[in-house]
């Protein structure tokens, strides 16, 4: 067992392209954390609606390790299909467009 301090949420886990915040909240988000906004649709699989968001603080940013973040919420389900995380420097990260 490993306990990872609220600092060190925008952490890579174990070496992947994957941060401890991604892995803990399984695609959840902690609404506080970002502004939304929407950004139309997007065809993912079936469809689906597509908004942005930005972290709320400065401080939360640097605790994500993001500077934005863009989400493919099936309308149905309300599932993200897909999400792109953009890092600190507004570059797509590792994992975005899978």
């Known amino acids: 067992m490993r306990r990872i301090s609220a600092s ?15 892995i803990k ?14 950004k139309g649709t997007e065809m993912v699989d079936a469809g ?7 972290p709320s603080t400065d401080a939360v940013a640097r605790e994500l390790g993001v500077s934005r973040v ?9 599932l993200s299909r897909k999400t792109d995380y953009y890092d600190q420097n507004g570059n797509l ?4 467009d899978d």
């Open 8 to 22: 060190d949420r925008g952490d890579f886990f174990l070496g992947t392209d994957f941060t401890y915040e991604e």
């Open 93 to 96: 990260g590792p994992h975005g």
């Open 25 to 38: 909240k399984e695609q959840k988000v902690e609404a506080s954390d970002y502004v939304f906004t929407a």
């Open 70 to 78: 863009v989400w493919r919420v099936d309308p149905e389900m309300q």
């Open 48 to 54: 689906a609606a597509c908004g942005g968001g930005v």
